[in-house]
């Protein structure tokens, strides 16, 4: 599935769901190809603070060093739907989306109450 | 009839969560200053915060986003990651004049330690927040919070000059020393609007599930609940004026300010009044807590929610834990929390502009809105709005420096 | 940057007490004084109870002792020197006032005295504060 750069624009920095409506992230940037003359195609989403890097000058590359500088790329043919949030075919561990909270919560959960 | 009920006790619950510690601050030491002069500010801070409120509250319903995925999607990554470091920070500071107000209250009830009591006073507070279903929370938090109507059987017992109360609710300046108007006018305005509250009423309208049925109870909710709840600040102000200004008492402390109580209506007065502002200073430390966790979750796009377990959103949950121990540690420090309270509400009123601008910029946009995008009354009301909040952006620093933080 | 200097100019107030500075201390002296005997007289009427009694009065007295202090200690500006060591005697007084009640903050006949001497106290920082 191709989109227009329009789309593509719109959907930047929205929130991603994946397929059971968990949150995993936002669309930190798109990976767009197409050369000079040709028509530009949204080829993946990127997510992750690594991309922070090039958004917003040396605040943006302080706050990619403090949240830790990964990245994760989400080919365009994943995205299931586009509606008020942007919606993935599969769950999020299956993209690597979302791996620091399913780090955490063992942790969290040996605490009482935590699944309450 | 259900329904009305239910309506009816959130409305209570909201009015007794109105009050932070910025307002009591603020609101008592105006009166002591300016006597009854400065209501009128007060209705301004009223009718903005409610105007903003239902906006946000519609944005969250129709767009099922909460306002700091909208601010990010809408001003861009760069002015979204400024508004989230600037929102972090006021926050921050805000949490840690709640969180030293609430040991204060527990060590003017109970006269343990204070140092032991922050501890506790943190260690209660993450024990509430993790065990305690959040609607009980507001229930909790809001119903005690009510105990401050204290404060208008107080005012009335004062006996003001109710025709000096009248003349205070109509925009005046009567003053040689304008500066201090000024600040304190600014404080007022930025008490009455503080940021966390609408990032924390937008997130839950989105948790709630709110749609565009909805948005007749958000209007409603957002109209008398801080529409009576801004009578709490009146009556601040007005025992404020009553009691310390003709005495020429400056409150400087939270227990001055719970003596306003106690004069008029004695022991009972004062123990009423200590129970509220412990309630409502520790409710507000609940709401600025998860505001502060929040922004971050919703910046980022991890997984948040006041209704989820704490293991269904872990790195939301571990961030307002290490919020609440910063602040813990914070006020250990020794800060007063009194004087942190000016700064932060100061401070906070300097961020205003970031926080207001990309609302009223959703709430407009059609592609967001569709239909439910403001009407007329509700952009006269948000650029006039917005127009004061710049200004009051603008000047907040200068005059906290002029006026020396509200000495004169 | 510009944050931490407003922290800082706003909050700043060491150095010479010149006589602004002992205007505003005197008025903040006064002040003191004044709701120390309104405190007082609560307690004296039984209307308060123990621990507020005992916290209340301890931070009070500490903003007087604090001022007691550095009015005590610091450079003043020439001329005014004599007013602003009585100032800090006042301060003084009025932490001592406050120790007092306390120390005994059930005790409705400490309080009774306690008001009444703060009485004078807060007039003669009005004087200064003029």
Known sequence: MSESIDLGLGILDHQLLDKDGRRCGNVDDLAIEGGPGEPAEVVAILVGPDVWRGRAGWIGRVAAWVAGGERVRVPWSEVAEVTAHVRLKKTAPEYGLGRLDDRLRPYLEKIPGANR | MNKIFGVALGILAAIGGFVDIGDLVFNVAAGATFGYQLLWVVVVGVVGIITYSEMCGRVSAVSQKAVFDAVRERVGFKAGLITLIAAEIVNAMTLTAEVGGVAICLQLLSGLPYRVLIVLAAIALAIVVWVVNFDWIERIFGYGGLCLLVFAVAAVKLHPDWGAVGHGFVPHVDTGNKLLYAYFAVGLLGAAMTPYEVYFYSSGAVEEGWTVKDLGLNRLNAIVGYGLGGILSFALMIVGGALFLGKGIDPETLGSIAMGAQVPLGEIGLILALVGILFAVAGASIDTLFSGAYDLAQFCGFEWGRHKSPAGAPRFTLTWIVLLILAMLAVMTGVDAVKLTEFAVIFSVVALPLTYLPILLVANDKAYMKEYANGRLANTLGIFYFVIILIVALTAIPLMILTNLGQG | ?130
């Open chain 3, 1 to 130: 940057m510009a944050v931490v200097a407003a922290a800082l100019l706003a909050g700043c107030n060491g150095g010479t007490v010149d006589q602004h500075a002992l205007k505003q201390d005197s008025k903040t002296i006064s002040s003191l004084a004044t709701e120390g005997g309104l405190f007082a007289g609560q307690v004296a009427r039984g209307e308060s109870t123990g621990p507020y009694t005992r916290i209340q009065s301890d931070n009070l007295g500490r903003l007087a002792a604090n001022l007691a202090d550095a009015l005590g200690r610091r450079k003043t500006s020439p001329g005014i020197e004599p007013k602003v060591r009585t100032a800090g005697r006042l301060a003084a007084q009025v932490a001592e006032q406050f120790k007092a009640l306390h120390d005994h903050p059930t005790d409705r006949a400490v309080a009774r005295s306690v008001q009444q001497a703060f009485g004078p106290l807060a007039d003669h920082a009005d004087k200064l504060a003029k």
